[in-house]
C-alpha cells in the first residue's frame, strides 16, 4: 500500500512540475511572439530620429494649438522642440480603424500602437492588429475622445514581467528619472502632440487619478491638488492654465488593485501631413 501510494504520488509531482515548466514556456513563448510582433510594427511604421532631409518638406512645418511655435535649431530640452520622427498612420489605419495613434517616450521601451475600442477590456488581450496575446495593446480609456481632446487622457499597459508594454512605467517614480524622460509624443493622422510629465506615483484602481473630465465633482484645481497630495511632493512643474492632462496607468504586482500611474500636461502640437508608406523601413 505504502509502495502504491509513493508512486502515485511521485507520478502526481511529477505532473505538477511537467505543467509548471509547459506553462513557463507556453508564456514565454507568449512574449517573444509579442515582443516580435511590436518590434515589427516599429520597423514597419514608426521612423523614429530620421534625419530631416528624409522626410518631404511639408512634413517639416509645424503648427501649435497651445500658442508654442517650434523654432529651428530649439534644443530637445525645450518644450518647442519636436525631434524627427514619423508614423505611417495611413498604413496603420488600414491595419486595424480602431488605431488612433502612436505612443512614444524616446529612450525608452514606450513606442507602440494605440487604440481605443467602446470598452476597456477588448484590448487586454489582443494587440494592435487583433492577434491573441496576453500582452494586449496600449489602449485608451474608452470614455476619452480618440482625439485627444478630454481634459483628461487616460491610457492604459499591462505591467509585463519582461518589461514591455508599460512594464517599466514604474521607473518614473524615481524623479531623476522623470526628468530625463520628461516627454511623451503621440503621433496622430494629422498632428504629433507633446506632452511634459510632471508627476508618477502608486494608487487605486478606483481613485481619483482617473478621472476622464473636470466637469463633475472634481475639478481641474482640485485634480491638481489631489495630484500634489498623492505624489508626495514629488512633483516637477505643475502644469498651468489648465492646459490638457494625460494619465498612463498599469497594474503592479503586489496587490490586484494597486496602480502605478504617471501624469502628464499638454505643452505643444504639431501639424502633421501624411507620408508614403515608402518611408517605412
Known amino acids: 500500500m505504502k509502495k502504491t501510494l509513493r508512486t502515485a504520488l511521485i507520478v502526481l509531482l511529477s505532473a505538477v512540475f511537467v505543467f509548471c515548466v509547459a506553462h513557463i514556456v ?11 510582433l511590436y518590434r515589427q510594427s516599429r520597423e514597419d511604421f514608426h521612423v523614429a530620429e530620421s534625419p530631416a532631409s528624409s522626410l518631404p518638406a511639408a512634413a517639416s512645418g509645424s503648427s501649435s494649438a497651445a500658442g508654442v511655435s517650434p523654432e ?9 522642440f519636436f525631434p524627427d520622427a514619423y508614423v505611417d498612420m495611413k498604413d496603420l489605419l488600414h491595419v486595424n480603424p480602431e488605431i488612433v495613434g502612436w505612443i512614444w517616450i524616446p529612450d525608452t521601451a514606450i ?18 492588429n487583433l492577434k491573441r496575446t496576453n500582452s494586449g495593446s496600449i489602449f485608451m480609456d474608452y470614455r476619452n475622445p480618440a482625439d485627444f481632446s478630454g481634459d483628461n487622457t487616460i491610457i492604459y499597459g499591462h505591467n509585463m514581467k519582461n518589461g514591455s508594454m508599460f512594464g517599466k512605467l514604474k521607473k518614473f517614480a524615481d524623479v531623476s528619472y522623470l526628468k530625463a524622460h520628461s516627454y ?17 506615483y502608486q494608487t487605486q484602481s478606483t481613485s481619483e487619478s482617473y478621472t476622464p473630465d473636470f466637469t463633475g465633482d472634481i475639478s481641474y484645481d ?4 489631489y495630484l500634489k497630495t498623492s505624489a508626495g511632493g514629488d512633483l516637477t512643474e505643475l502644469p498651468e492654465a489648465r492646459a490638457p492632462l494625460l494619465t498612463l496607468s498599469t497594474c503592479t504586482s503586489v496587490r490586484h488593485t494597486d ?23
Open 72 to 80: 529651428a535649431g530649439a534644443s530637445s530640452e525645450a518644450e518647442d
Open 111 to 128: 513606442s507602440y500602437p494605440l487604440v481605443r475600442a467602446d470598452n476597456n477590456q477588448k484590448y487586454l488581450t489582443l494587440s494592435y
Open 184 to 200: 511623451v509624443y503621440f503621433f496622430t493622422v494629422d498632428r504629433i502632440l507633446k506632452y511634459r510629465i510632471f508627476a508618477g
Open 259 to 281: 496602480r502605478f500611474v504617471i501624469h502628464a500636461v499638454f505643452v505643444a502640437e504639431k501639424a502633421e501631413q501624411a507620408v508614403s508608406s515608402s518611408l517605412s523601413p
Open 26 to 36: 507556453w508564456i514565454q513563448i507568449d512574449y517573444q511572439k509579442a515582443d516580435d
Open 222 to 225: 482640485k485634480f491638481i491638488s
